[in-house]
């Protein structure tokens, strides 16, 4: 492990950059700098440029972390700009941004005004990102219609769901539509119960994982057709950045795209894709896009799951790789969960061994479907299958379990002890 690190100095520069910027929270991120420095010791190359390199951008780019302000509740009146996509929304207005409730049916970059009741955000939560408040709606009118181009992803979203609601047993509809494009009030109460307790629910919380999901579906598919490479690589780059602008262009699916970009210029070019590396320029040029997303717990979850699927990925092919994948994905996530939320699923990890194979397959099926190939009743299968693991691993004795609070230094230990499951496969030259 030592000498693959050590070759994959992008890896160790951006593993430094996050141990300074979070060190404003969290003092005790800054001793993941010592393995990295010892590393840097023992190679006595340029690696040590690399580590101080890291450690000047973390320091520029240092976030510091605000609690979210406490108010009392109350009913408002505010007026502005619908951003965002699926759910939630939010209102950026010209005394700030607010968090909308879910199931408002606005269209996003339409100017409207809402009454509703204004609370705080939940105890705990990090405000850097510039939300101030919840705005659960009462009513609201529309002041500006939203720009027909701006319009265009929710005009998809939305007849996706019609799709759903004509082609898909009413059962596993809400699960598809909130699968496919984060529409997760499309939930019923009892499934999007089952997957908060199951830790599965980040698989209907559309992210980069799900990029890397649709594009190795679509691989997969495709191996089975007589498309050339670059005909191929076309069509996926194509469903892949719809796909992005439909679910919102989130920072997590922007990172996501540019790693699928670098993963399919490396055969014209000659070159092995590295799985870790790319992760490593995806996370830096997310954080230069956008600096306040190192705080969010959505960045983080999204990039430790991201970074064990390449992890897996780039260790082996085949359902050995994917199963692989799949395990360091979850056990990149759980000590965050664990910190973060006090709790642990207990069935966590068999369930998204058994669940996170399918969503490739529904998500690609969901796709031909909408396009009118009836394939309904094997959506609905797949759906059907991931349903009942759910609840069983949410109805299943112990469910949960309660985690004590521990010093946020375990995380990064933890994710050293999961990098020893790494052993990248030798590839002939």
């Given at each position: 492990?030592?000498?693959?690190l050590?070759?994959?100095?992008?890896?160790?520069?951006f593993?430094?950059a996050?141990?300074?910027?979070?060190?404003?929270e969290?003092?005790?991120?800054?001793?993941?700098?010592?393995?990295?420095?010892?590393?840097?010791?023992?190679?006595?190359?340029?690696?040590?440029?690399w580590?101080?390199?890291?450690?000047?951008?973390g320091g520029?780019?240092?976030?510091?972390?605000?609690?979210?302000?406490?108010?009392?509740?109350?009913?408002?009146?505010?007026?502005?700009?619908?951003?965002?996509?699926?759910?939630?929304?939010?209102?950026?207005?010209?005394?700030?941004?607010?968090?909308?409730?879910?199931?408002?049916?606005?269209?996003?970059?339409?100017?409207?005004?809402?009454?509703?009741?204004?609370?705080?955000?939940?105890?705990?939560?990090?405000?850097?990102?510039?939300?101030?408040?919840?705005?659960?709606?009462?009513?609201?009118?529309?002041?500006?219609?939203?720009?027909?181009?701006?319009?265009?992803?929710?005009v998809?979203?939305?007849?996706?769901?019609?799709?759903?609601?004509?082609a898909?047993?009413?059962s596993?509809?809400?699960?598809?539509?909130?699968?496919c494009?984060?529409?997760?009030?499309?939930?019923?109460?009892?499934?999007?119960?089952?997957?908060?307790?199951?830790?599965?629910?980040?698989?209907?919380?559309?992210?980069?994982?799900?990029?890397?999901f649709?594009?190795?579906?679509?691989?997969?598919?495709?191996?089975?057709?007589?498309?050339?490479?670059?005909?191929?690589?076309?069509?996926i780059?194509?469903?892949?950045?719809?796909?992005?602008?439909?679910?919102?262009?989130?920072?997590?699916?922007?990172?996501?795209?540019?790693?699928?970009?670098?993963?399919?210029?490396?055969?014209?070019?000659?070159?092995?894709?590295?799985?870790?590396?790319?992760?490593?320029?995806?996370g830096?040029?997310?954080?230069?896009?956008?600096?306040?997303?190192v705080a969010?717990?959505?960045?983080?979850?999204?990039?430790?799951?991201?970074?064990?699927?390449?992890?897996?990925?780039?260790?082996e092919?085949?359902?050995?790789?994917?199963?692989?994948?799949?395990?360091?994905?979850?056990?990149?996530?759980?000590?965050?969960?664990?910190?973060?939320?006090?709790?642990l699923?207990?069935?966590?990890?068999?369930?998204?061994l058994?669940?996170?194979?399918?969503?490739?397959?529904?998500?690609?099926?969901?796709?031909?479907?909408?396009?009118g190939?009836?394939?309904?009743?094997?959506?609905?299968?797949?759906?059907a299958?991931m349903?009942?693991?759910?609840?069983?691993?949410?109805?299943?004795p112990?469910?949960?379990?309660?985690?004590?609070?521990?010093?946020?230094v375990?995380?990064?230990?933890?994710?050293?002890?999961?990098?020893?499951?790494?052993?990248?496969?030798?590839?002939?030259p």
């Amino acid at each position: 492990m030592v000498k693959e690190l050590a070759m994959r100095p992008l890896v160790v520069a951006f593993v430094a950059a996050l141990a300074v910027a979070w060190s404003g929270e969290v003092w005790a991120s800054l001793l993941l700098l010592v393995p990295l420095v010892a590393l840097a010791v023992m190679q006595r190359g340029w690696l040590w440029v690399w580590v101080v390199a890291g450690c000047l951008w973390g320091g520029v780019g240092r976030v510091e972390f605000e609690k979210a302000p406490f108010f009392e509740p109350s009913v408002v009146v505010r007026e502005g700009v619908v951003q965002g996509a699926g759910d939630p929304l939010t209102l950026v207005t010209a005394e700030g941004t607010y968090r909308l409730g879910r199931g408002t049916n606005m269209w996003p970059g339409s100017v409207v005004r809402v009454e509703g009741r204004l609370s705080p955000l939940a105890e705990g939560f990090d405000g850097s990102s510039g939300e101030i408040g919840r705005l659960s709606v009462k009513s609201w009118t529309e002041v500006r219609p939203s720009p027909s181009w701006r319009a265009g992803p929710e005009v998809v979203r939305r007849r996706f769901a019609a799709w759903a609601e004509k082609a898909l047993h009413p059962s596993t509809q809400g699960l598809v539509r909130a699968l496919c494009f984060n529409e997760t009030t499309a939930l019923s109460p009892a499934d999007a119960q089952a997957l908060r307790k199951s830790g599965t629910y980040h698989v209907v919380s559309a992210s980069g994982m799900h990029i890397m999901f649709l594009a190795a579906g679509m691989m997969l598919l495709f191996r089975r057709l007589p498309v050339p490479y670059g005909v191929r690589m076309l069509l996926i780059g194509v469903v892949l950045v719809a796909f992005a602008v439909a679910v919102g262009g989130r920072p997590s699916i922007i990172r996501a795209l540019l790693m699928a970009a670098v993963w399919a210029s490396a055969f014209p070019l000659r070159q092995q894709f590295d799985g870790p590396s790319a992760w490593a320029l995806a996370g830096f040029v997310g954080w230069f896009s956008s600096p306040v997303g190192v705080a969010d717990l959505g960045y983080q979850l999204s990039m430790a799951a991201v970074g064990g699927l390449m992890l897996g990925m780039n260790d082996e092919n085949g359902w050995r790789g994917a199963l692989k994948a799949t395990l360091l994905a979850s056990l990149g996530t759980l000590p965050l969960i664990a910190y973060h939320f006090g709790t642990l699923p207990l069935w966590g990890l068999p369930a998204n061994l058994l669940v996170l194979p399918a969503v490739s397959a529904t998500m690609v099926l969901a796709l031909a479907g909408a396009m009118g190939l009836p394939v309904g009743f094997l959506i609905d299968g797949l759906a059907a299958y991931m349903r009942m693991v759910v609840h069983a691993a949410a109805d299943a004795p112990g469910a949960q379990i309660m985690v004590p609070a521990f010093l946020p230094v375990w995380i990064g230990l933890l994710w050293l002890a999961w990098l020893t499951l790494w052993r990248p496969r030798e590839v002939e030259p």
